[in-house]
């Protein structure tokens, strides 16, 4: 028999039967509702059902459910990048929890307090915030919840750029979530491992992580987690410039996505087909699948994700050589994060910025731009960001022609990558040095350490740049050869603004 429950005056609710519902199974239906329509982003629908549940539990003076019902609005609120809301839920939650004297509610408060400012990337006080709750968990002994405080830890200095110390409490929250046999918590500290690894540019390691992951999440069903890994192993094989591989995964997360109606998800998966086709040099294809993206991000109000879309349509018509509608996107980008709170987000989009400010010749809006962006990122502690912005600062640098600062901001984002373990980011300031000490050594280490990488787009800066060192000394031959395998890679993934540089530089007088 189909159970329809009705809202009726005075009574309460009633099912179609006639019989009254009892409160707390009202208030446990819609906040069990709430939950899954938070999980498919349907946040303002997942809203209304929270509210109707916090209303019926300070009518029936219910603070259990009170607080419950808070801390899920906070869940909510943050999802949707309205962060000053959700702390004022987080705080109301940890009164109600304060005033039952409920550890683990008081515990479960300041993660989502530690939440709100990780989103704001103040991730020193997000870590504050997760170890206060971690000593509370650790009074009740092994438990998932003190498992979930390791991973917000290892989440919190993946974000300040200490991957040593993220993989050391990833790795705790691993080994608990084993000991207690708890499936889903084992899969996602595998998934987050094989993030760091990622980050690292050990692809192989991701590989193993995110397989490992995937095998669980199959056994026990749970397909949203699934869709995760393939996106994110999609992601590596792109990486590594298998392609069609990683398109294969990228089509399995979006089938699965599609079914169980996960716009979140369709809006990262589209994201990620979006970097592969820009890999690939298809800029025009990448652009339709970071729009798809974007367009999702707005409908369901994610704004962090919109900050995203936006920057990475900028950086595709950065390399496209659309400079002026780059800005566009890039500024509504860190428009978008400077009001959402979120200062590491905010340093990134400002290096991005000023690297189309240099190609432009806006030398002293770059160099603001450069000094604000590392201004932001020392202040919350965030290493990578401060890397970025120091390899616009030596960037900079190298096309003034001020050859000592070049020098010092190379080896600055130089300490900073190895410090952080990322190859990538190595590779990067390696180049920096290459073109500032102009030696064949430099050179063939850089662009082995791209080729290593298996990163094009490298590789072909680095050909380029050695082939206008070797032109400008006179061995027109192998500058030509080098200068030919810049264009060919350029060409390859539709790096225009580079082609026509070097078409600029190769072409006959007059």
């Known amino acids: 028999m189909k159970v329809v429950i009705t809202e009726t005056a005075g009574a309460g609710w009633r099912q179609g039967t ?67 809301q959700s702390l004022e839920y987080a705080n109301e939650s940890l009164a109600c929890y304060q005033g039952l004297k409920d550890d683990q509610g008081v515990a479960e408060c300041l993660i989502c307090i530690g939440a709100v400012k990780f989103y704001q990337g103040d991730y020193r006080q997000a870590l504050d915030y997760y170890e206060r709750s971690l000593g509370i968990r650790k009074a009740g002994g092994k438990s998932r919840g003190l498992a979930e405080s390791y991973n917000h830890i290892g989440g919190a200095y993946r974000s300040l750029g200490d991957y040593p110390a993220a993989l050391d409490f990833y790795g705790r929250g691993l080994a608990m979530h084993q000991d207690l046999g708890n499936l889903p918590g084992e899969s996602m500290s595998l998934n987050n491992i094989g993030i760091v690894y990622d980050t690292l540019g050990e692809y192989q390691k991701a590989l193993e992580h995110y397989n490992k992951a995937l095998g669980i999440q199959q056994r026990i069903g749970d397909r949203q987690a699934q869709s995760a890994s393939l996106a994110n192993m999609g992601y590596v094989y792109g990486r590594l410039g298998d392609n069609q591989v990683a398109l294969r995964y990228y089509q399995q997360a979006l089938v699965i996505q599609q079914e169980t109606g996960d716009r979140r998800g369709q809006a990262y998966s589209f994201n990620h087909l979006g970097v592969l086709y820009s890999g690939l040099g298809d800029y025009n294809a990448a652009l339709v699948y970071y729009k798809k993206s974007l367009r999702i991000r707005e409908e369901i109000g994610q704004r962090q994700g919109q900050a995203n879309s936006h920057n990475n349509i900028g950086m595709v018509l950065f390399r496209q050589g659309s400079y002026e509608e780059a800005l566009v996107h890039l500024v509504q980008a860190c428009d978008i994060r400077e009001k959402a709170g979120d200062r590491s987000g905010q340093s990134y989009c400002l290096s ?31 290493r990578d960001a401060q890397r970025r912005a120091c390899v616009g600062l030596a960037e900079l640098a190298i096309t003034v022609k001020e050859g000592e600062q070049g020098a010092h901001y190379a080896r600055t984002a130089l300490e900073l990558a190895e410090d952080l373990g990322t190859k990538p980011g190595r590779a ?83």
């Open 428 to 510: 990067e300031a390696l180049l920096l040095q290459a073109r500032i000490r102009g030696d064949d050594e430099s050179y063939d280490q850089v662009i082995a350490s791209y080729d290593e990488l298996d990163q094009p787009f490298g590789t072909a800066k680095a050909c380029y740049f050695y082939g206008l060192m070797l032109g400008g000394r006179g061995d027109t031959g192998r500058s030509a050869g080098f200068l030919q395998r810049s264009r060919d890679i350029f060409a390859k993934i539709g790096a225009k603004a580079w082609i026509d540089k070097i078409d600029r530089h190769t072409a006959g007088p007059g």
């Open 18 to 84: 006639g019989r009254p519902v009892e409160l707390p199974v009202i208030i446990s239906i819609l906040q069990n509702r709430a939950e899954v329509l938070h999980l498919i982003g349907a946040n303002d629908r997942a809203s209304t059902d929270l509210a109707r549940s916090l209303k019926l539990a300070r009518n029936g003076l219910d603070h259990r459910a009170e607080a419950a019902c808070l801390r899920r609005l906070s869940d909510v609120s943050r999802a949707s990048s309205r962060y000053q």
């Open 352 to 382: 991005n910025i000023a690297s189309v400010y240099i190609e432009q010749d806006r030398y002293d809006e770059a160099r603001r731009s450069l000094e604000e962006a590392v201004e932001i990122a020392a202040g919350i502690g965030d």
